[in-house]
């Protein structure tokens, strides 16, 4: 699939319903303020996990997975403790052993994963020949697996049902990144990408999500930062998919990933 890209400025790319920003560590809580106020104002209140907001207070926060507490708050915290040359970011054993961090992960629905499975459904069930399709395309791969598709797609509408009420009309969420920027022939210096997802739910249309667009394109076109590459959206989501499954890479994978391979004992 092909993916447009609309490169706005040469710090600013807009991919689909996805802006991408390059900044400078001094930016970080001014851009996730603006990008907070504007999201607020036509799609809800953007969250941080509890866990990230007592890790940057000095704590061990615990990640429930829970998008409970308001960005500004985590955002102000911030501001309090970090200096714009202070290099700080979040991680955790799994994700520091691939050099993973993030500095802001919020969205606007506490569970975002419930929002997007909710969606996901919702294709399928709108879409039942490609449902059967699929089906037919796993039972080809699968020869001995034949699967009950009715007793699969009443499981679907009623997963699809129980999430319903939970799920909003519109979705956004703003990530930060730290990334390395050459700063000369010698020296690199670490620069940040943003990035602010939109997403239609069970909104009627997109009246609210592409005011919201406009004005954060508008609002984030005037921030100077580390001009990116066209490679930004790609690595950005690869970074997020790799981040995701760290843990079982570590928990299948980890005596070869912590170190050279123990083949032989170090004292014989």
């Not at 706005?8 to 001094?26: A, M």
């Not at 997109?206 to 066209?230: D, F």
Request: proline letters at 5%.
């Amino acid at each position: 699939m092909e993916i447009k890209l609309n490169v706005v400025e040469p710090n600013l790319i807009v991919s689909g319903d996805g802006i991408y920003l390059g900044l400078d560590g001094k930016d970080i809580v001014p851009v996730g303020l603006d990008v907070d106020w504007i999201v607020m104002n036509h799609i809800g209140e953007l969250k941080v996990s509890k866990g990230d907001l007592e890790t940057i207070g000095g704590g061990k926060g615990k990640q429930n997975g829970e998008f409970d507490t308001p960005l500004n708050e985590y955002l102000q915290e911030f501001k309090a403790r970090f200096n714009s040359d202070f290099c700080f970011s979040i991680t955790d054993d799994s994700t520091r052993l691939f050099g993973l961090s993030y500095v802001v992960n919020a969205a606007t629905h506490e569970l975002p994963w419930e929002a997007f499975f909710w969606k996901e459904l919702a294709g399928i069930i709108a879409n039942p020949d490609g449902f059967n399709r699929n089906c037919d395309n796993n039972e080809k791969k699968l020869k001995y697996i034949r699967i009950d598709r009715k007793r699969t797609f009443e499981e679907i509408k009623k997963l699809h049902d129980e999430l319903e009420p939970k799920t909003p009309d519109n979705f956004a969420g703003i990530s930060i990144l730290p990334g390395r920027f050459p700063y000369d022939d010698k020296t690199l210096v670490v620069k940040y990408l943003a990035h602010v997802t939109l997403g239609q739910l069970k909104a009627k249309d997109r009246t609210q999500l592409e005011l919201a667009k406009s004005k954060l394109v508008e609002k984030l076109k005037k921030v100077k930062g580390p001009a990116l590459s066209l490679d930004a959206p790609c690595l950005q989501q690869q970074i997020w998919r790799l981040y995701f499954d760290a843990p079982r890479l570590v928990r299948d994978y980890g005596d070869v990933l912590n170190s050279f391979p123990r083949f032989f004992k170090l004292d014989p």
